[in-house]
């Protein structure tokens, strides 16, 4: 499964955007037909956030976690979803379960423009602490 797509990248063109509003028209017609289909809900999710419509990237990223609440990188995006939104609280409990569920990009996660918003909360003092704790004890 691919990481989510930045959404701080740099500006995408007309024709860019053209084909993302085509592409989540055509995604949200899939997943009306098939509210469960994962993969499906991941590119429709991901769609959304590129094109800065982080609301319903959450409520796309809130049900995969529960349709399939053992996968880290999909708690990885939720919290994504939640910081974009601003609800850091609920962000750093997403991150933290991706993480205790096996999520280990963590140079990536230091590095996630998606994350912004949490990096600058006090709760991620505590999950790069434990994520420090994790390297050492990989090595």
Request: with cysteine.
């Amino acid at each position: 499964m691919a990481k989510k797509i930045a959404s701080s990248r740099k500006k995408p063109t007309r024709q860019e955007l053209r084909d993302l509003d085509f592409e989540i028209q055509f995604m949200e017609g899939v997943v009306r037909r098939d509210p469960g289909y994962v993969d499906a809900l991941q590119i429709l999710g991901d769609d959304y956030t590129r094109r800065g419509r982080h609301d319903e990237g959450l409520r796309v990223d809130e049900k995969l976690s529960r349709l399939k609440p053992d996968d880290s990188l999909i708690h990885y995006n939720l919290a994504c979803s939640y910081s974009l939104t601003q609800h850091c609280d609920l962000a750093a409990e997403a991150l933290e379960l991706a993480i205790n569920l096996g999520y280990r990009d963590f140079k990536w996660m230091t590095q996630d423009p998606d994350l912004k918003n949490l990096r600058e909360h006090s709760d991620y003092k505590r999950i790069r602490a434990k994520v420090r704790e994790l390297q050492v004890r990989a090595r």
